[in-house]
Every structure is written in structure tokens, then in C-alpha cells.
């Protein structure tokens, strides 16, 4: 089945610094990477994702790159505010099977 | 996006007893929906996929007998901890997807005393 590596497990930056978070799955039958925010005590918010058919996809400071032939995807931030502060998750799936299989987690803390 | 609700929220229940949990579609319709456990600083377990008018597909390792789920409708999924015991206090979340996409509801904290 899928599996799906996550790094950093922590990341910090400084507040308008740029936060990279990667992502590796082993099944090539994937074909949809959304990505989740997870504040404390809340359910996972999806911030972006991508489907296999794109390399790239941007919606204002954040952006998804993927690489099919590596098999990883990226999550990049920029220009960091202290309300990015959260856990982020990175996930895959299959079209069609519907279950999400998810990284580790990366908790990312912006310092003022 | 799409509107996923819980409720409860939070809920404190003595071992033994069970607890039922509720996920609500509130802007769409789901015929299927998950259910998710978490575990504090982990990630998200699959338990199981919750099917409209049919039986839940359960993941390995999780008791199907000890965690009941309905889907009696087009926007209600139920799951229910029987007998609940002290590890079984965990974060639940549930999920629906309309359009491919899952979006998740904002979890149900359960601490069994």
C-alpha cells in the first residue's frame, strides 16, 4: 500500500522568512496531494492541493510543487506570519479509492 | 469549501459506558464519509469509511464490534464507541468528500475515566 514520508518533523523560522515542508510516497497510482493546517484542539484545514496532471500550483503565499518521477511533493510558504504557526499535513491518494493516506506531520513555528 | 460539523465536541464518559458521535454534511450531500483517530502529536489514523445505506469498511486492526458506525443518510454518519475504555480516549475526526476533495470536521475529544 501507500506510504508517505514527511519531513521536517519541526520546522522553525523568523516571521516573513520562506517555510519548505517535503513530502515522498512510494505508490505511483497516486494521483491527488492535498495538504492540511491542524491547529491545536481543531480539525485538519485544506490549504492547497494538487493533482498528478499539474507540476505546480501557487494561491497567494503558498504554493505546491510535485515532482511525478521522484515521487515527492512540497509545500512552500512565504513570507511567514505568526498565524502559520500549526501542524502541516501532507497526504495522497489514488483517484477513485478515495482513502487518504497521510504523512507524519510537520509542526512549523514562526518566531516574531 | 465544503462544511463538515461534530458534535460533540468534547465529551467525558465513565469506562464502560458508550459514546455516539455525530458527523454532519452540512452544504452537501456524502455517500461516504471517515472517520479518523489522533492520537496527541501523531497523525491521522484511518479507522474506517463509512458507506450511505451500506456496511462501514473497517481498516485492519480496528474492532469493528467495539466502534459501530451508521450512515443512515445522505449528511449523518454516527460512530459509536461501545464499552469505552481509558485508551480509547482519543481525538476523533470525520471527513467527507464532495468533488474529490476531503474535508474534515473539527473533531470530538473523548476522555473515558
Known amino acids: 500500500g501507500e506510504n508517505v514520508e514527511q519531513h521536517p518533523s519541526t520546522l522553525s523560522v523568523q516571521e516573513g522568512d520562506s517555510a519548505v515542508i517535503k513530502c515522498t510516497y512510494s505508490?505511483?497510482?497516486?494521483?491527488?496531494f492535498p495538504w492540511y493546517k491542524q491547529e491545536l484542539g481543531k480539525g485538519p484545514q485544506l490549504i492547497i492541493d494538487i493533482r498528478s496532471n499539474v507540476g505546480e500550483k501557487k494561491d497567494q503565499r503558498i504554493a505546491v510543487t510535485l515532482n511525478k518521477t521522484a515521487k515527492h511533493f512540497s509545500l512552500h510558504i512565504t513570507e511567514t506570519q505568526p498565524e502559520d504557526s500549526a501542524v502541516y499535513f501532507c497526504?495522497?491518494?489514488?483517484?477513485?479509492?478515495?482513502?487518504?493516506?497521510f504523512g507524519q506531520g510537520t509542526r512549523l513555528t514562526i518566531n516574531p | 469549501g465544503a462544511v463538515v460539523s461534530q458534535h460533540p465536541s468534547w465529551v467525558i464518559c465513565k469506562s464502560g459506558t458508550s459514546v455516539k458521535i455525530e458527523c454532519r454534511s452540512l452544504d452537501f450531500q456524502a455517500t461516504t464519509m471517515f472517520w479518523y483517530r489522533q492520537f496527541p502529536k501523531q497523525s491521522l489514523m484511518l479507522m474506517a469509511t463509512?458507506?450511505?445505506?451500506?456496511?462501514?469498511?473497517?481498516e485492519q486492526g480496528v474492532e469493528k464490534d467495539k466502534f459501530l458506525i451508521n450512515h443512515a443518510s445522505l449528511t449523518l454518519s454516527t460512530l459509536t464507541v461501545t464499552s469505552a475504555h481509558p485508551e480509547d480516549s482519543s481525538f476523533y475526526i470525520c471527513s467527507a468528500e464532495p468533488r474529490e476533495t476531503q474535508y474534515f470536521g473539527p473533531g470530538t475529544r473523548l476522555l473515558v475515566l
Open positions: 463509512s458507506n450511505e445505506g451500506s456496511k462501514a469498511t473497517y
Open positions: 497526504a495522497a491518494s489514488r483517484r477513485g479509492a478515495q482513502k487518504l493516506v
Open positions: 505508490d505511483s497510482a497516486s494521483n491527488y
